[in-house]
C-alpha cells in the first residue's frame, strides 16, 4: 500500500501514520519527496488491520494499492527517476554514461593501456573483473586481489571509478575497499545471500539480469538490494538465453524500455554480453541507448585476440574510439515525412 500523505501535512500526521502502518503488522518505509511525503506499507500486514482506513487519517490524501510484487523498485512508488552517483558521476540523469574496460583484469600493462584508452574516448567509469564466474572451471578464474589493486592504481592515475563484480559474501568487505559500483553479475542476480550482504554496504551496485530471468524477477532481485537498505541500484541489461545460436544473449531491447517505464531506477545495456561479438556493438548500442538506456558497459582490450576472457565481444582501443564517436549516428529521414529518426 502507498499513503500519499497531503502537501500541507506535519511531520506528527506522518509520525501517526508511520505509527498505524507499524501497528498493523506492515513494515513502513517513509519517501520524503520534493512536494510531498509517501509512506509505503511493505510486507502483508497479519493482523486483519485495514490499511485503507488510514484514508481519514488527518494529513492523508489517499491510500492506493501497489500493483507490482516489487514496490519500493516501483515507479508507482517513486514518479520521479533514481539517479545513482557512482564515484562523482551519475548514473540515471540527464547525460548517458559509459562504462568501458576489460573483462578480465589480466595484467598492470594491459589495465593501464585500456583505463587511459577508454578515458581519453569518454567513457567516465571503467570496469575490470578481478573474480570471474566462468562456465568452466579449467578457464581463467580472475587474478583476484592483485587486481583489485591494480584498479585501484588505475584510479588514482585517470580519476574514473572503478566497476567490478562480486562473486561472493566472503569478498565484499575486500572488493568494496577498491571499487566505487558493485556488480553482481548474471548468474548470481538470484544470489539472495549476496544480496542481503550487499543491501547494507555503502557503495552502490549494478544489477545484471539473470540470462533466464523475467523482468519481474530482476526487479525483484533489485528489491531485496532497496528493501535491505540500499537505495542505490543500477540494472543492467546484458542479454537473455533464447533458441537463438548466432548472438551469444539475445539482447532484449524491450526489457529496457519496459523496465524505465516500471521503475525508477537506471538501466543500462551490455552489448558485449548482449550479443557474443564486437561487430554488433556500436548498432545495439545506439538501439538501447533509443529505447532509453542511461548507459553502457562494454568490453574493450588493448588486444582482444590475446585476451583471457571474452576476447570475441571485447573492442580494441581504436575500435572503442570510433564506437563512441559513432554513437549518436546521422538522423535519417523517414519516408514520404519531413520528419527526422534520431537515436538521442
Ligand atoms: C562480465 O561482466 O564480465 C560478466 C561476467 O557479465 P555477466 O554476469 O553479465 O555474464
Ligand atoms: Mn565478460
Not at 571509478?161 to 556488480?183: F, G, K, N, R, Y
Not at 550482504?197 to 533466464?212: D, Q
Not at 538465453?241 to 526489457?255: G, P, Q
Amino acid at each position: 500500500m502507498i499513503i500519499n500523505m497531503l502537501e500541507g501535512a506535519s511531520e506528527q500526521h506522518t509520525r501517526n501514520v508511520i505509527e498505524s502502518v507499524r501497528s498493523a503488522g506492515y513494515q513502513p518505509h517513509v519517501i520524503y519527496g520534493t512536494e510531498r511525503t509517501i509512506v509505503a506499507a511493505l510486507g502483508s500486514g497479519g493482523n486483519g488491520v485495514q490499511l485503507e482506513a488510514i484514508e481519514s487519517a488527518p494529513g492523508v490524501e489517499s491510500v492506493i494499492a501497489i500493483a507490482h510484487p516489487f514496490k519500493l523498485a516501483s515507479r508507482q512508488l517513486k514518479p520521479e527517476r533514481t539517479v545513482v552517483n557512482v564515484g562523482g558521476v551519475p548514473v540515471g540523469g540527464e547525460e548517458i554514461v559509459v562504462i568501458a574496460g576489460p573483462c578480465s583484469v589480466e595484467s598492470r600493462e594491459q589495465l593501464l593501456a585500456t583505463a587511459r584508452a577508454v578515458k581519453a574516448a569518454g567513457a567516465q567509469l571503467l570496469r575490470g573483473g578481478a573474480y570471474k564466474p566462468r562456465t568452466s572451471p579449467y578457464d581463467f578464474q580472475g587474478l583476484g586481489e592483485e587486481a583489485l589493486h591494480l584498479l585501484s592504481e588505475a584510479r588514482e592515475e585517470t580519476g574514473l571509478p572503478i566497476v567490478t563484480e562480486v562473486l561472493s559474501t566472503e569478498d565484499v568487505d575486500m572488493i568494496a575497499e577498491h571499487a566505487d559500483l558493485l556488480q553482481v553479475g548474471a548468474r548470481n542476480m538470484q544470489n539472495f545471500a549476496l544480496l542481503r550482504r550487499l543491501a547494507r554496504m555503502n557503495r552502490p551496485i549494478l544489477l545484471k539480469r539473470g540470462p533466464s530471468a523475467t523482468v519481474k524477477e530482476w526487479l525483484l532481485a533489485a528489491e531485496y538490494l532497496l528493501v535491505g537498505g540500499n537505495p542505490n541500484v543500477i540494472l543492467c541489461e546484458r542479454g537473455i538465453k533464447t533458441f537463438e545460436t548466432e548472438t551469444r544473449n539475445t539482447l532484449d531491447l524491450a526489457a529496457i524500455a519496459l523496465t524505465k517505464e516500471l521503475s525508477h531506477l537506471p538501466v543500462i545495456a551490455d552489448p558485449s554480453h548482449g550479443t557474443g561479438r564486437r561487430s554488433l556493438i556500436s548498432a545495439v548500442s545506439k538501439a538501447a541507448i533509443a529505447v532509453g538506456a542511461d548507459g553502457l558497459i562494454v568490453e574493450v582490450h588493448p588486444c582482444p585476440e590475446r585476451a583471457l576472457s571474452d576476447g570475441p565481444q571485447s573492442l580494441d582501443l581504436a575500435g572503442f574510439a570510433a564506437m563512441m564517436r559513432h554513437l549518436s549516428g546521422p538522423p535519417r529521414a523517414i519516408a514520404g515525412s519531413a520528419v527526422t529518426f534520431r537515436t538521442q
